[in-house]
Nanobody
Framework: QVQLVESGGGLVQAGGSLRLSCVAS????????MGWFRQAPEMEREFVAA???????????YYADSVKGRFTISRDIAKNTVYLQMSSLKPEDTAVYYC???????????????????WGQGTQVTVSS
């Protein structure tokens, strides 16, 4: 089992920045993909960003088109933590943000929530106009 705990959400004005953190614990050795999804009220959960890694390969990041150039996902190996740095926030970024973990994935699966095995409890991000 892998436990994921998110933090860093809050209320910010449009154009502002927030950094979300996701700390992983437990049997994390097989969770070589960690991602962020978000869900706004009455909307489906959508992919935001993910990062993958494996032995002999550099980290690789994936982003939804809606956040490219504004959000950056990164990983601190020593802290078993993945970050989502969010800049130039827009009101449409308002949602509950969920951290997720799963096995190493290729491009075909990285965007699908169903491919991730473990989920955090979510953290609310609210962007005011």
């Amino acid at each position: 089992q892998v436990q994921l705990v998110e933090s860093g959400g809050g209320l910010v004005q449009a154009g502002g920045s927030l950094r979300l953190s996701c700390v992983a614990s437990g049997r994390t050795s097989r969770s070589n993909t960690m991602g962020w999804f978000r869900q706004a009220p009455e909307m489906e959960r959508e992919f935001v960003a993910a990062i993958t890694w494996s032995v002999g390969r550099a980290n690789y990041a994936y982003y939804a088109d809606s956040v490219k150039g504004r959000f950056t996902i990164s990983r601190d190996i020593a802290k078993n933590t993945v970050y989502l740095q969010m800049s130039s926030l827009k009101p449409e970024d308002t949602a509950v943000y969920y951290c997720a973990a799963g096995p190493f994935m290729t491009n075909s699966g990285i965007y699908q929530a169903g491919e991730y095995e473990y989920w955090g409890q979510g953290t609310q991000v609210t962007v005011s106009s």
